[in-house]
């Protein structure tokens, strides 16, 4: 089946930088939006970017100029660099991605498993 695994999540401190990683994997014909969302505890989930399959991004306002989004369509990844991180960004990060599987011509949304993403002062 049709899967997304994360990578890259863990403790920093304020100020530092992480990168995420999502591979997408399983019986894929094609890919077309994918992003990162962030739920932390109390909250909705939220975007924090989108990336179309031609590499255009879009961002929360809360990360323009922190956060960059990109993807390497070849490998069927999709990729966070947070930098200048605040304890404001501390929650569960989730992968996501609009995929067209080998044995359906539709496209199906789905989400990872989330990673714990923890900024300290």
């Known amino acids: 089946q049709v899967q997304l695994v994360e990578s890259g999540g863990g403790l920093v401190q304020a100020g530092g930088s992480l990168r995420l990683s999502c591979a997408a994997s399983?019986?894929?014909?094609?890919?077309?939006?994918m992003g990162w969302y962030r739920q932390a505890p109390g909250k909705q989930r939220e975007v924090v970017a989108r990336i179309t399959r031609g590499g255009v991004a879009n961002y929360a306002d809360s990360v323009k100029g922190r956060f960059t989004i990109s993807r390497d369509n070849a490998k069927n990844t999709v990729y966070l660099q947070m930098n200048s991180l605040k304890p404001e960004d501390t929650a569960v990060y989730y992968c996501?991605?609009?995929?067209?599987?080998?044995?359906?011509?539709?496209?199906?949304?789905?989400w990872g498993q989330g990673t714990q993403i923890t900024v300290s002062s």
């Open positions: 399983g019986r894929i014909s094609s890919i077309n939006g």
């Open positions: 996501n991605a609009d995929i067209r599987s080998t044995s359906w011509g539709l496209f199906d949304n789905y």
